[in-house]
């Protein structure tokens, strides 16, 4: 799908924002474009009369002729794709996208209960829902330019872009359901999910799996390579991901209803090769049982649930699994409510592989800073401890607001921990071993853990950038980039000491 018909898509989607919820609208736009893939026969679905898109177009040029929108050129456009605007009756275009819905469904039962059901009724502006069939009407899933565009990947591309449009245009709320495509991409690659079960307990439109997939027919395997299977407690995500891994022609194991990953794991005998997550950051309202088997290294506190996630998910690592799970950087530090202890404990255990600190505002939803933790049961070739890597000083600002980890960013990253993973590779791999990079990354051995009292913010290992060798002149770049790490470093340091004089006072108390 090209720039300019993902532009004039967003236009028509976004005439809907003012007369509607924002997560509402979302679902409008989302369905539409899945019924349009389905109405043209792709992805292996079947289309019942009822569904047909010509009967939609075609009342929805009567709708816009009845409104004098003919100036706009929308209704030429769906006059020359259907040839016979008028004919579908009286019958609302909202009762027909929604008739058209239940008919999906009905002929698709892996699609039951997945389709919006929300075109008609008072509370939606028709002229306005014919205006966005008319656009997407101009959407050609067949016939795409380039041997290796499927259909499928045009609209799984819309899809994309549309998930992330709406995340930034609900701010906040769209961290519940979206995850930044460059984070995703860094587990991914991280991970390299070539063979396997993947699994996310908080899986919310599924990207996840996306690019797990993605990365997958990259490295020329195929789709049935990896077994899906994830769990959403948002009954409207959870219908925003069947819907996601569908058009992309997957098959996953979402349960049969969306539940809450604490209270009722609906796959409790799961053991999985790969776990990529990104709960929410430091929840306090979630589903807390001490006597919860899971909690083999400690009961979370009740105010926040980085601890429940993380064993939850050491809980479904297979013999030799591996995890990357994103989450707020104070699960690196803090010692409150039995949490210092937590981590104490999967640190002696030796199920921590690497710590990522991620650069500030990648997540739009969000100021908290973040970082990602890599859990493995498979010891492989990696030594013993953790790798600790710094990474606050990457990524691009694309705007005031908003950074992005470029591809070079993902690579270094990536690459860092494998070579760390298998330090020593063969000459004819044709790359170094790993090496400890002053302000950026260090191999950190158990002892050296022990000795910052299982702290893993990264200014205690990494330390500060080497002075540039030469005349002793610095360059401006590197000594903005050695004083920003030093700054961190700093920040770090007085929050740890902060924290430590907390608990004094506590104990006091």
């Avoid at 006059?79 to 239940?102: F, H, K, N, P």
């Avoid at 992005?404 to 494998?418: K, R, W």
Wanted: hydrophobic residues 40%; contains cysteine; glycine residues 12%.
């Amino acid at each position: 799908m090209t720039a300019g018909l993902q532009a004039t898509l967003w236009k028509a989607a976004d005439k809907l924002r003012g007369s509607m919820d924002a997560a509402q609208y979302k679902d409008f736009v989302l369905g539409l474009l899945f019924l349009k893939y389905v109405a043209e026969g792709e992805g292996g679905f079947r289309v019942p009369p009822a569904a047909r898109w010509d009967q939609l177009a075609a009342q929805a040029s009567t709708v816009l002729t009845s409104t004098g929108l003919t100036s706009t050129g929308l209704t030429s456009t769906v006059l020359r794709s259907t040839g016979r605007a008028g004919t579908a009756g009286r019958e609302d275009i909202g009762q027909l996208v929604d008739g058209a819905m239940d008919a999906v469904m009905a002929a698709n039962p892996p699609l039951g209960g997945v389709l919006p059901r929300i075109y008609s009724g008072g509370g939606v502006d028709q002229r306005r829902l014919a205006e966005l069939i008319a656009v997407i009407g101009d959407v050609r899933f067949t016939g795409s330019p380039g041997p290796s565009t499927s259909p499928r990947d045009v609209l799984g591309e819309a899809y994309e872009y549309f998930l992330e449009k709406f995340a930034r245009a609900e701010g906040r709320r769209g961290g519940e359901f979206y995850t930044p495509s460059s984070v995703v991409r860094l587990l991914v690659e991280v991970l390299a999910p070539y063979r396997g079960r993947v699994y996310d307990p908080c899986c919310g439109s599924g990207g996840m799996f996306v690019q797990a997939e993605k990365f997958v027919r990259a490295h020329r395997g195929a789709r049935d390579d990896i077994a899906v299977y994830g769990q959403e407690s948002n009954e409207r995500t959870w219908r925003l991901a069947r819907m996601n891994l569908a058009i992309h022609g997957i098959t996953a194991g979402l349960g049969d209803r969306p539940a809450d990953t604490f209270a009722h794991d609906q796959h409790p005998d799961l053991r999985a090769d790969y776990i990529l997550a990104n709960p929410p950051f430091n929840m306090s309202d979630w589903a807390r049982d001490p006597g919860d088997e899971r909690w083999r290294f400690g009961v979370p506190p009740r105010a926040n649930a980085n601890f429940a996630w993380l064993q939850h998910i050491v809980s479904k690592l297979a013999a030799n699994g591996t995890a990357g799970v994103v989450l707020a950087n104070g699960s690196m530090s803090s010692r409150q409510s039995g949490e210092g202890d937590i981590r104490a404990a999967l640190l002696e255990a030796d199920l921590v592989s690497c710590v990522i600190a991620l650069p500030p505002l990648l997540f739009r939803s969000t100021t908290i800073p973040a970082c990602v933790w890599f859990l493995g049961r498979n010891k492989g070739p990696r030594p013993a401890g953790l790798l600790v890597i710094d990474a606050r000083g990457l990524g691009t600002l694309t705007s005031r607001t908003e950074r992005i980890l470029t591809e070079a960013d993902i690579a270094l990253l990536a690459g860092t921990y494998h070579a760390w993973c298998a330090p020593d590779p063969a000459p004819e791999a044709g790359r170094g071993g790993y090496r400890d990079v002053p302000g950026f990354c260090r191999s950190a051995s158990l002892q050296e853990v022990r000795g910052h009292d299982y702290l893993l913010t990264p200014g205690l290992y990494v330390g500060s950038p080497e002075p540039a060798a030469g005349d002793g002149a610095e360059p401006a770049g590197e000594k903005v980039a050695r004083l920003t790490k030093e700054l961190y470093a700093a920040l770090d340091e007085s929050a740890r000491r902060e924290q430590a004089l907390r608990e004094h006072l506590e104990g006091l108390s």
